[in-house]
């Protein structure tokens, strides 16, 4: 079983810059692939960034060149940086860990709102 918890949320101006952290306790954070989505009000939730095990990163079109997903393997914790946001990423961002070893096993946070006004 992995808990996962996000921080980092908040409320910026258009160009600004936050840092959302995924802590994970319990599991072998190492064998897990690390996902970051989003869901703004009234749209499906989508995939924002990913990074595996290995470390490893992936991005949405949408973000690539302004986010930056990192972790920290001594402090079970997935970073993701967002530089230069824009109102429409304005979404609560959700973290999720998916198994390398089982297939179908993930785990998700309770999410954190992020609002970037214009």
């Known amino acids: 079983q992995v808990e996962l918890a996000e921080a980092g949320g908040g409320s910026v101006q258009a160009g600004g810059s936050l840092r959302l952290s995924c802590a994970a306790l319990?599991?072998?954070?190492?064998?897990?692939?690390i996902d970051w989505y989003r869901q703004a009000p009234g749209k499906q939730r989508e995939s924002v960034a990913s990074?595996?095990?290995?470390?490893?990163?992936s991005y949405a079109d949408s973000v690539t060149g302004r986010f930056a997903i990192s972790r920290d393997h001594t402090k079970n914790t997935v970073y993701l940086q967002m530089n230069r946001l824009k109102p429409e990423d304005t979404a609560v961002y959700y973290c999720?860990?998916?198994?390398?070893?089982?297939?179908?096993?993930?785990?998700w946070g309770q999410g954190t709102q992020v609002t970037v006004s214009s």
């Open positions: 999720s860990a998916r198994s390398v070893r089982n297939l179908g096993e993930t785990y």
């Open positions: 319990g599991g072998i954070f190492s064998t897990y692939v």
């Open positions: 990074i595996t095990d290995g470390g490893g990163a």
